[in-house]
Every structure is written in structure tokens, then in C-alpha cells.
């Protein structure tokens, strides 16, 4: 999924599992404006298991989209 996650205007990449090796978790790369850093593991309530179900409380899922 491509967000600004950090706030600086520019689209992040952000995946629900490290692209690499699978490693299920939070992964951001952050937009450097001239491409991307390497990466690394943030940590978050999100991810794993959550991804997909719908809560009771909203009615509405967390999905990723690659």
C-alpha cells in the first residue's frame, strides 16, 4: 500500500508482511523523495491475524491491498 505514514508529504510503502522473506508484521519503507530507504519493522496493533475480519464495533475491515 503506498501512505504517507510519517507526514511529510510523501506516499510510503507499507506492507502487512516483509516483502523479502514473508516475515509477517508491519514493514514501511519510507519515501526518501528520490526512492525508497531499506526498510525496516514498525511496531503496530495492526497486522497478523486482524487483517481481513471485521470488528463488531465499525462494521468495516483492515485490509492491504499489494
Request: proline share 3%; aromatic share 10%; charged share 25%.
Amino acid at each position: 500500500m503506498l501512505i504517507d505514514i510519517n507526514g511529510d508529504g510523501l506516499p510510503d510503502r507499507v506492507f502487512d508482511r516483509n516483502p523479502k522473506t514473508e516475515q509477517k508484521g508491519f514493514f514501511v519503507y519510507l519515501n526518501t523523495g528520490n526512492g525508497f530507504d531499506n526498510g525496516k519493522q514498525w511496531q503496530s496493533n495492526l497486522g497478523g491475524d486482524e487483517i481481513g475480519k471485521t470488528t463488531q464495533r465499525t462494521k468495516r475491515q483492515i485490509l492491504y491491498v499489494d
